[in-house]
């Protein structure tokens, strides 16, 4: 599984892309309300930052033509490559557009996804990923987890192409889960991922380390 950052902000994404095995950055119209700046102002400092690694930006028409009409825009305005994915949320219009974004050549990820059938009907439209919400559906008394796995066994049972990019998370045990029921990807904030790669017990270790090595580490490099 690979990981994505959840996050808009410039400071947090340096620190992240500073160490963090980071495949790219997911947006979405909340991400970016937090930052309370404009888009024309986030966009290109995300995409500087990025570089080749993935950068997936949700469109914010409703009708099929004009998210088409978006992603082009993106595109041709700041020099986007095949990196850049148009999220797109799995409405009516979402499944029209879709397959219109496809046939033109951009990328595509299938957003605000609650159930394995709205997965695979993305998959089969031609979604590249396929995001599926899992704490909003933990949230709801559902099983995000569960609704996950069933996703990644289904693109394998059936061959498709897209790949899951499990996304939504609170905690870090969300995130070990839907690594161990196949999805191959997860998109995750920076404080958690922060948490996922710490363990207090690495610290205490590494500070007994450090302790013993007192004096007695005498080559020079
Ligand atoms: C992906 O970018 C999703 O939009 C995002 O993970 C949703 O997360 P939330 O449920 O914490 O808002």
Redesign the pocket.
Known sequence: MIYLA?TANIEELKKLFYYFPLEGI???P??IAAENKPMSEILPQLVELVGDKML?V?MISSKAVDMLREAKAYKKKYGLGDNFFA?IPVTEEGFKAIRMIKDSGINVTA??IFTQQQALVAARAGADWV?P?V??LDNISSHGIEVVGYIAQSIKQYGLNSKVLA????TVDQVHRVSLVGSHSA?V?YEILERLRSHPMTDTSVEAFEKDAEGLYDIEF
């Open positions: 959840d997911t947006t979405n909340t991400i997936h949700q999220k957003t605000a995001a919400y704490n909003r996304a939504s998370f609170k998109t904030s």
